[in-house]
DNA sequence: AAAAGTTTCCAAAGCGCTTGCAAAATCATA
DNA sequence: TATGATTTTGCAAGCGCTTTGGAAACTTTT
């Protein structure tokens, strides 16, 4: 059933049914209810393609998803989706999915934008310094960060949590505690949401007096097996008492390390995770429950999606920086320094 | 820049170029490599409404994404859409996402279906007698389902793994160890991949002669505190020596309440998880590695979407149900009874 | 009752591509 | 060189929707 046989049907114009069912003023009520009935009844749905054909507007958001074999998907991924999901099917426009390898990241956006196959795109991961940004802002192609820059050549519009900040009062609730020697398992600084962290911790060690090496930083791709030799080599070589982990997989491998060394969570190491609050790894959960700093990520993709659902290609959003605060919730995986 | 103004730069008509640029035969090799010079120079991408709505074909592949705020998002569908997406990637077409509360579901695909936004769908952990596919048969939009329902009224096209097969060699490796008494971590029975691994369990123990009653069996949500709860019961209110769970996460549980209890994984409890190839959440990681069965379920997604990327829209696909056979990779986790 | 203003509807022109059919150009054969 | 066969190209008609510019029908005003 399409618009032409439903206009037959109905015996009106396909302009009067496409305005009725498009909630233009311009058609009477006695007219739009029979109409939209009759729709109903016939099952009918417009033609997406020919609608967007028609209308200039894709109706879709883009997610560049980057896979290669050897980086494995991040699970969170999924539960940021999740949130982005319900926020497009609200605004009943989709999520379109653009797998892409990393070397052809780039290609993708400019295929996405010139297909017209999305209105609007989010970035996420983003590097410090991501070309990204530039290339989206140069064609046009709207876009929401999901993260930050560290660059201000660019405006550009973000979603962001309070990393530094988050990091710095967790830091700080350590050095309270006596802690004066502490280790960080955090990602590759060269992605924005590890620099902030490091800058959190940095500015609270400066705070209360203490020394730059009064932290032992490791950086590594966010994964147990990194995190568990990481801790190890923290424990062996170090004389750290509180840890911090940049994720709660890192805190999976850190807890694995430091059961096998002998020590005690919460007595011998104080230790703190971040938590994006995912269902199947929860921080309340650890045989110790663990101290967190805490920002559901799928908030995030609904926010994201939902500031973007509003605008249409090409006309750009206000650069306007959301950073939310980011929870410290403390459990028994913390305790005074000996 | 469009085709019509291609055309006019290239002083050719709309049709060679298009002719050029899809490949087809009656094109001079000398005007295509014009064509296509040109077309790149130029950064000419055919707008993908326009292809669709004049060929008819979405160019996509729909994945319906239940979420609902009370059920946490399943981190292993990214890695399905991982491979998934590749093969799309390949095939030049697209993962396009549908999200959905699971009210609105069987109306999602209608929606998909009816306003042609997809060639076909996946249909992914389905119930035993799926809904989905008498409606996906019905209206005529093909579909590929990931795992099997069990009903046999309607024929039906599916990849899925041996999981009767993989979890009646689990069992019998358990038994042939001298275990009489096994605890079974599985998910809803509805679900048919819980369905056919209870099966594989049930058959291992009448081939070897032993009671139904022999293997005490936990249905519920596949997560770490259903599974933490369920091994605690299990080993205060039975004699097990054996415990099989469903997937790591449950493995995750089990294994903090049997250490909990004191119980030594491969001495006083022998444990035998299913793997299903998830890069944080590795099973030779754990502080005991784990004996598994194993089946990557990127892969499926990899070959669901490559089947699916040939077809078009109304032409069904072969019945063809493809079982892949499911690994046992042994581990330290097991080990003789006492 | 005619003029002016409203409301309701319609015909037709796109949107940018593909493709059946016919025409033109090229080649092969007699 | 003429003729038919073959390769290469172009014209124009869709694909199913939205939307502009009016026309037609109906109300209100004078």
Redesign the pocket.
Known sequence: M???KLAQEL??????V??A??GYP???EK?RKRVIEAANTYGYR??SA??R????QAGAIGFVMTINDDVPTDPLMMEFLAGAGAAAAKAGIDIHIAPTAKEDELETYRRLAGSRQVDSVIISAPAQDDPRIGLCTEIGLPFIVHGRAMQDKIPYPCVDIDNEGGFHEATKLLLNMGHKQIGFLNGPTYLTFAAHREKGVRSALADTGLPEDAVTIHNGAMNEEFSYRSTLQLVEETQISGLLCSSLILAVGAVRALREKGLVIGKDISLIAHDDVFAYLRPDLFSIPLTCTRSPIRNAGYRIAERLSGIKRGQMLSCEHEIWPVDLVVRKSIGAAA
């Open positions: 399409d618009l032409k015996g009106v114009s396909q302009t009067t496409s305005r069912l498009n311009e058609v009477s007219t417009p033609h020919a609608r054909l028609a209308t200039g």
